[in-house]
């Protein structure tokens, strides 16, 4: 069977053979409980310290000041529930693991959420985030934004909004799941706390990161026993925690890989956006990370596209995967457009490192069969 071609990166990712290598020696040298004050435990404790400190470099961040969660949404929930009575300022455009825990604490009567506009372009509205901060009167509990958008790889201003949530005494909680390795993450610094999950770079499923800034009060999720601080209960396990250290340690330099990216991403659009039923590129297309390309299709159901490349051999996706199988409209696009029918739309081709000129040719030999047989 000829070989598939995988343009979902920003889904999960293909595991890194040294993070393999490392969970492999980890399952057959340090399988005991980290928790264990004896040899076997002090090895399984010996590899999640590395690991944490590998995630630390990646993130900015003491190890001390890295809590390792179970994946991006776990370090999103304990991020949103640590910050305390008053408003949360976010917008439609983040991930679900955001949205979704903000709406949940408002109908617990434990915060206001106030949703910031959103530009056509896909970029949060900083005069809007300055009403909001001006509206809210210092009663702020927690600003929240993504760093790279999931669906449309657009960069969000973080920058810009840290230093307008910081003069105003906010908190900032920045989701970095999908820029760790792939773009400049320098402006994340003075966030108050950043999320990870590794499978985004290569590592293992179930393993992730909430890193903060000394001294963040954070509230425990679970109730448990006192691993990680008492923040995260539950046995940490080295397998996962040696394949999560190689993958932080191989994403630390990930960005400069990701720039050369953009020539197979730019080289997809330039042939697809051409014809009577040319799509149109979702969200900013000068301020995008450089691997990830949404494409809405006239005429079109992105699943029903998706399904359509996948029995041509291709992996894309019509959004979030965490949101595969519903029949919904993209939150994200609804958001961009307010116009449900376009917001159905989208297509996202992501690309990743191992990604060759013959994937992204095989890609458009495909997208071009299905759209001339629907014409």
């Not at 659009?269 to 949404?294: T, Y």
């Amino acid at each position: 069977m000829p070989r598939r071609v995988y343009l979902d990166w920003n889904a999960t990712t293909p595991p890194l053979p040294a993070a393999l290598d490392a969970m492999r020696a980890a399952a057959e040298r340090a399988w005991g409980n980290p928790s264990s004050i004896h040899a076997d435990g002090r090895a399984a404790r010996a590899v999640v310290e590395d690991a944490r400190s590998a995630v630390g470099e990646l993130m900015g961040r003491d190890p001390r000041d890295v809590l390792l969660t179970g994946g991006g949404t776990e370090a999103n929930n304990i991020a949103l529930r640590s910050a305390g009575p008053g408003w949360i300022l976010t917008s439609r455009l983040e991930h679900p693991s955001i949205v979704k825990v903000a709406e949940a604490l408002e109908r617990e009567g434990r915060a206001r959420v106030r949703f910031l506009r959103v530009t056509p372009l896909g970029v949060v509205d900083l005069e809007d985030l300055d009403r909001a901060l001006a509206e809210a009167r210092g009663e702020i509990a927690l600003v929240t934004v993504q760093a790279v958008n999931h669906e449309t790889g657009v960069v969000q201003p973080v920058a810009e909004v840290i230093e307008r949530a910081h003069a105003a005494g906010a908190r900032v909680h920045v989701d970095a799941v999908q820029a760790w390795g792939k773009i400049d993450t320098s402006p994340l610094a003075r966030a108050d706390s950043t999320s990870l999950a590794i499978h985004k770079l290569r590592g293992p499923k179930g393993i992730g990161a909430l890193a903060t800034r000394p001294g963040l009060s954070l509230s425990a999720v679970l109730l448990g026993g006192a691993q990680e601080r008492g923040l995260r209960p539950g046995t940490t396990d080295p397998v996962l925690a040696a394949g999560l250290g190689a993958a932080a340690r191989y994403a630390k330099d990930g960005h400069l890989r990701y720039a050369r990216i953009a020539e197979k991403r730019d080289a997809l659009e330039r042939a697809l956006l051409v014809g009577a039923s040319k799509p149109r590129v979702a969200g900013d297309a000068a301020r995008r990370a450089p691997h990830v390309s949404n494409l809405v299709w006239p005429g079109w159901v992105g699943a029903e596209l998706v399904a359509a490349l996948d029995l041509e051999g291709v992996s894309v996706s019509s959004g979030a995967a965490c949101s595969a199988g519903t029949v919904e409209p993209s939150p994200v696009l609804l958001a961009m457009t307010n116009d449900p029918a376009e917001a159905s739309r989208g297509v996202r081709a992501s690309l990743g490192e191992e990604t060759t000129d013959d994937d992204v040719n095989a890609a458009i030999a495909a997208f071009q069969r299905v759209v001339a047989r629907a014409a």
